[in-house]
């Protein structure tokens, strides 16, 4: 199956949420039960975002997140609903770059705290649940600035390797850091210099990543448009 090449795209919306609805989320975020105890950490309880076959969760984690980090994918409600009347408001200039998107498809919280970091890699653009509505482009969304590091990155190649087809666009499997080829792969890395409130779209065929922590707490919303 062929992707658009909108999977392909980088955006930015400034300004995505105001100071108010920043706030908001992180209130909502700090009175979680288990927030403030480790019951978010991924990995924790056999859970994590990511999936590689044939590993373990633990082993998941260490390739995607090795120094750990915060992952919330239940949200309040009212956080959710915030996010979404946020999406419509800004939906005209989402479609710039990705005409196909018209809703969100999930929304997830992140946290790195100091040392703390995501490898790159690929999110894919099919969905498993709904394979006749692919993800278009993930979404980050910064929500804080007490913090030294952590730019997300995205990363481009001229090698063939990273394709499965170059005709219908559409990148191999497991291109992430449990493969050698992928890892050795020869990449440019584009870091962003990404404000508060700021949403950076990548598409979800796009190599991306964060770099480590210096100092302080990152806290953003990320997710995908479909």
Same mark, same amino acid.
């Given at each position: 199956?062929?992707?658009?090449?909108?999977?392909?795209?980088?955006?930015?919306?400034?300004?995505?949420?105001?100071?108010?609805?920043?706030?908001?989320?992180?209130?909502e975020i700090n009175q979680l039960e288990g927030y403030n105890n480790g019951?978010?950490?991924? &990995?924790?309880?056999?859970?994590?975002?990511?999936?590689?076959?044939?590993?373990?969760?633990?082993?998941?984690?260490?390739?995607?997140?090795?120094?750990?980090?915060?992952?919330?994918?239940?949200?309040?409600?009212?956080?959710?609903? =915030?996010?979404?009347?946020?999406?419509?408001?800004?939906?005209?200039?989402?479609?710039?770059?990705?005409?196909?998107?018209?809703?969100?498809?999930?929304?997830?919280? =992140?946290?790195? &705290?100091?040392?703390?970091?995501?490898?790159?890699?690929?999110?894919?653009?099919?969905?498993?649940?709904?394979?006749?509505?692919?993800?278009?482009?993930?979404?980050?969304?910064?929500?804080?600035?007490?913090?030294?590091?952590?730019?997300?990155?995205?990363?481009?190649?001229?090698? =063939?390797?990273?394709?499965?087809?170059?005709?219908?666009f559409t990148v191999k499997n497991k291109a992430n850091n449990s493969s050698?080829?992928?890892?050795?792969?020869?990449?440019?890395?584009?870091?962003?210099?990404?404000?508060?409130?700021?949403?950076?779209?990548? &598409?979800?065929?796009?190599?991306?990543?964060?770099?480590?922590?210096?100092? &302080?707490?990152?806290?953003?919303?990320?997710?995908? =448009?479909?």
């Amino acid at each position: 199956m062929g992707y658009s090449k909108e999977t392909l795209m980088i955006h930015s919306v400034e300004s995505f949420l105001t100071e108010e609805e920043m706030e908001i989320i992180l209130k909502e975020i700090n009175q979680l039960e288990g927030y403030n105890n480790g019951y978010y950490e991924a &990995g924790k309880g056999n859970r994590s975002v990511h999936t590689i076959d044939g590993y373990s969760v633990k082993d998941t984690v260490a390739v995607y997140e090795p120094k750990g980090r915060i992952e919330i994918t239940e949200l309040p409600n009212s956080v959710v609903e =915030l996010l979404n009347k946020a999406f419509i408001r800004n939906i005209d200039n989402i479609n710039i770059s990705y005409p196909s998107v018209k809703s969100p498809d999930c929304w997830i919280y =992140l946290e790195y &705290g100091e040392g703390q970091y995501i490898t790159p890699h690929i999110d894919y653009a099919h969905n498993l649940e709904r394979p006749e509505n692919p993800k278009i482009t993930g979404i980050n969304i910064l929500l804080n600035s007490e913090f030294e590091g952590a730019e997300f990155y995205v990363q481009t190649t001229g090698s =063939l390797d990273i394709w499965d087809s170059t005709e219908d666009f559409t990148v191999k499997n497991k291109a992430n850091n449990s493969s050698p080829w992928f890892e050795e792969m020869k990449k440019t890395k584009w870091t962003v210099s990404q404000q508060k409130g700021t949403a950076i779209f990548y &598409g979800t065929q796009m190599i991306h990543g964060t770099n480590s922590v210096k100092n &302080g707490r990152v806290k953003k919303i990320v997710g995908f =448009l479909k």
